[in-house]
């Protein structure tokens, strides 16, 4: 029991950093990670299935199955962002967002770390 209850506060400590973070203020290895930017896929059957971290949606390219990875959108909001984005050309800020029927600031607040705006395609 006294070697499960050891094992479990090292798994504890590592997966917190606390076991390995080096001196204060230093970044660790997830917090140096790159940010990426996920573009739109073509083939539905090979959009992921998950953001990693780090990782952005980019409102320009991506499409309906790639937007639905995004929190709080759908297929319908989905399809809504990419009709827009056609009719009214490529969002040139984040908050271009907000001309989409169904997309008010409470929902732009939760997916705005997770999205950018690249050059339209």
Known sequence: MA????????AVLIS????????????SAAEAE????????NDPDQAP???LPGERIDLNSA???????LPGIG?????AIVAD??????????EDLLRVPGIGEKRLAAI???VTVGPSS
């Not at 917190?16 to 970044?27: A, D, K, N």
């Not at 790159?34 to 896929?41: A, D, K, S, V, W």
């Not at 297929?75 to 399809?79: I, P, R, V």
């Open 63 to 69: 499409d309906a199955p790639t937007l639905q990875l």
């Open 85 to 94: 984005r056609e009719e009214n050309g490529p969002y040139s800020s984040v």
């Open 49 to 51: 299935l998950e953001l």
């Open 16 to 27: 917190s950093g606390s076991f390995f973070s080096g001196e204060p203020g230093s970044v």
């Open 112 to 114: 705005r770390d997770l």
């Open 75 to 79: 297929e319908g909001l989905a399809d």
């Open 3 to 10: 070697a499960l209850c050891l094992l479990f506060a090292g």
């Open 34 to 41: 790159p940010e990426r930017t996920l573009i739109g896929r």
